[in-house]
């Protein structure tokens, strides 16, 4: 692949958790129903928060915009500490664990809020007026064991496999509806001498393999079973066929002939300039992080379909994942960190920190968004073949850099399926075992 110029990163995803389960802290209940008993410390500019967050993901314009508005109407003060995307949860457990918790945490939802104890560390908002403002598709993240623990702040994107229009136009293709179409796509693209999917494969999390899983646990049964150890990774056929499908779109040559060396840093210039046609996405990239100033394509040239990895014959999208705003129950600042995140979760502070960014709404009450182009041009197939996030949040042990990395030494021929199946199984027990998980002890 030709050389390429810098270019602006995308949202790295949080890294998959392998520490174990948190001890308490001590001190204190601090759930939002009860009236803490501790003094928050001020000074004369009134009191500072403290934030831990994914140094990318409390860069986010409308995260800047509503701290930014909390300031100016309180007269107190967000101190971001932002921690580096690529060690993120190592860094913020080892805080934890030393009892270094700053007063406010940024973090995603799902199993991996369990490795921080939130039972013990962090405010009970379930009784909170909010709640019941919060949309539909939201809501399960920002609960365990039925008690919601942060308000989901987040863009909701929607993930899919994103392609160049014009040159499906261009190329007399359509819209492929199965997985046998898009395979028949791929080989004429690349019959063309177009490269068929840009695949970041020298990175390990952008090979986005829970796409392919959700489908496959969408069955709750099948979901529990691989959260007490009744089955593996190894046991499914359609983990066998998901990493088939690598395997084999690699060897004809669909990811390009550099795909083992190609950065997700160079996403934008290789579509922009159509050397590669697909990729595959969330929507919300598309308005936050694609170049469209300086290539021949814009984000507008750009349309959705399903992804199809082996593992759903009519494809699939992926739901959002939301980072959720937790308030540390056993600091000092506990009744100043509450009445932020009720800050934050006030209608009209929302909408002012959303008003025209490209999400799908998190609460009930938004109306400044703006839906994705991309979004609405498929919203018919996203209705019909789409899944909520399964395999990242909610898959016990599940690491997509780890299991990323597994994928990279099939690519390579290091390691066969059967091997890399039993790789990715290792690495997921090992967590869950480390968090003595019932079924796993």
């Not at 691989?226 to 593996?232: D, G, H, V």
């Not at 009445?339 to 025209?356: H, K, L, Q, T």
Request: charged residues 25%.
């Amino acid at each position: 692949m030709k050389k390429r110029g810098k270019k602006i990163a995308a949202l790295l995803i949080s890294t998959a958790l392998a520490a174990g389960m948190l001890s308490a802290c001590s001190g204190g209940s601090g759930d939002a129903k009860k009236e803490s008993k501790k003094t928050d410390g001020k000074s004369d500019g009134g009191v500072t928060l403290t934030l831990y967050g994914n140094a990318d993901d409390a860069a986010k314009p409308y995260m800047k915009k509503i701290f930014q508005l909390y300031e100016e109407k309180t007269g107190n003060k967000i101190d971001v500490q932002g921690l580096d995307a690529s060690n993120f949860e190592s860094v913020c457990l080892t805080k934890f664990q030393t009892g270094d918790i700053p007063d406010i945490l940024m973090h995603f939802g799902g199993y991996s809020l369990d490795a921080y104890n939130p039972a013990e560390n962090f405010v009970d908002f379930t009784d909170a007026k909010w709640v019941d403002d919060i949309a539909d598709t939201s809501k399960a993240q920002t609960m365990r064991d039925g008690v919601v623990y942060g308000l989901p702040f987040w863009e909701s994107s929607v993930s899919g496999c994103f392609y160049n229009k014009k040159i499906f136009e261009e190329q007399g293709l359509k819209v492929p509806t199965t997985q046998a179409e898009f395979d028949e796509v791929c080989q004429k693209l690349l019959d063309a001498g177009i490269q068929p999917i840009y695949m970041a494969a020298a990175d390990s999390w952008p090979l986005l393999y829970q796409f392919g899983m959700d489908p496959i646990f969408k069955d709750g049964d099948l979901l529990e079973k691989i959260n007490s150890n009744q089955t593996t990774y190894s046991d499914i056929p359609e983990m066998t066929s998901l990493l088939e499908w690598y395997k084999t779109s690699a060897e004809k040559g669909y990811f390009g002939k550099d795909y083992s060396t190609d950065t997700w840093d160079y996403s934008s210039e290789v579509l922009g300039t159509g050397e590669a046609a697909m990729i595959f996405c969330w929507d919300t990239w598309f308005d936050t992080d694609y170049d469209s100033e300086s290539y021949d394509y814009t984000s507008d040239d750009f349309g959705l379909m399903p992804i199809f990895m082996g593992t759903a014959e009519e494809g699939t999208y992926e739901g959002g994942n939301n980072s959720l705003l937790l308030v540390n129950k056993n600091g000092d600042k506990v009744d100043t960190a509450t009445e932020f995140v009720n800050f934050c979760a006030d209608p009209e502070n929302y909408n002012e920190a959303f008003d025209g960014i490209a999400t799908t709404p998190t609460f009930k009450g938004m109306t400044t968004n703006k839906l994705s182009s991309q979004y609405q041009g498929a919203e018919e197939s996203i209705a019909k073949v789409g899944n909520p996030s399964i395999a990242n949040p909610e898959i016990i042990g599940f690491s997509q850099n780890d299991g990323g990395k597994c994928i990279q030494e099939l690519l390579v021929g290091n390691i066969d399926v059967k091997e890399c199946l039993k790789l990715m199984d290792d690495e997921r027990i090992k967590v869950a075992t480390s968090q003595n998980v019932e079924g796993f002890k």
